[in-house]
């Protein structure tokens, strides 16, 4: 159910890190909980990110809810699709990446959940 390649945050975010790169999403247990997404608001590239921190916003049907940055860096780059099909998100959500981040922290990702993790976190 949770992809064994991608790294998670208790705040039911996702990770795909390839090289100094992340790609960060949000996990099927969060858009399940949201129901259907109808806007996201992002950072524009070149906007720095902090672990933790908020970085953008998701809205669905039922609620408004923060998104949080898993690791520390610059976004580089959004994926613009989203404006016109947040949809997506509902879709495919470990598919569909929101920002991509260049790490200035790559050893914060070591801190985040593994699939085995998350799974156990979602169950609780």
């Not at 247990?29 to 672990?51: F, H, M, N, S, T």
């Not at 404006?83 to 879709?91: G, H, L, T, W």
Request: aromatic residues 8%.
């Amino acid at each position: 159910m949770y992809p064994p390649d991608l790294k998670y945050t208790r705040e039911h975010e996702w990770v795909r890190v390839s090289g100094d790169t992340a790609d960060v999403g949000v996990t099927d247990y969060a858009q399940q909980q949201l129901g259907d997404v109808v806007y996201i608001e992002l950072p524009k590239p070149g906007q720095q990110v902090r672990a933790g921190a908020v970085f953008g916003t998701i809205e669905s049907v039922k609620a408004v809810s923060d998104l949080f940055a898993p690791v520390t860096g610059e976004v580089t780059a959004v994926n613009e699709d989203l404006v016109s099909r947040p949809e997506a998100v509902n879709s495919a959500p470990h598919d569909t990446w929101m920002i991509r981040i260049r790490l200035t922290s790559p050893e914060e990702v070591g801190a985040l959940l593994d699939h085995a993790g998350y799974a156990s976190l979602v169950a609780s």
